[in-house]
């Protein structure tokens, strides 16, 4: 679990590079690197308000994967308030 001030999704990352998608610390935040299809599915994820979990890591290996995932919470007592 990483907490980040900020996230920053970069919808730019080539199916050619072998990544099904990064995820990178940049100073305080976060940024993640995902295809132009993972980028649609996020924003249709965001405008249904329905929870979305992003992959890290190269496509052809069985090693253990990082995971990005973006959820919709009831209770925002739980939350960051900054």
Not at 2 to 15: D, E, I, R, Y
Not at 22 to 39: H, N, Y
Request: net charge negative.
């Amino acid at each position: 679990v990483t907490g980040a001030s900020f996230v920053v999704f970069n919808g730019a990352l080539k199916t050619s590079s072998g990544f099904l998608a990064k995820s990178s610390i940049v100073e305080d935040g976060l940024m993640v690197q995902i295809t132009r299809e993972a980028m649609e599915g996020l924003r249709q994820a965001l405008r249904d308000k329905k929870d979305f979990r992003i992959t890290c890591g190269q496509v052809d290996t069985e090693d253990v994967k990082e995971y990005v995932d973006i959820c919709w919470v009831e209770n925002e007592e739980k939350t960051n308030k900054g």
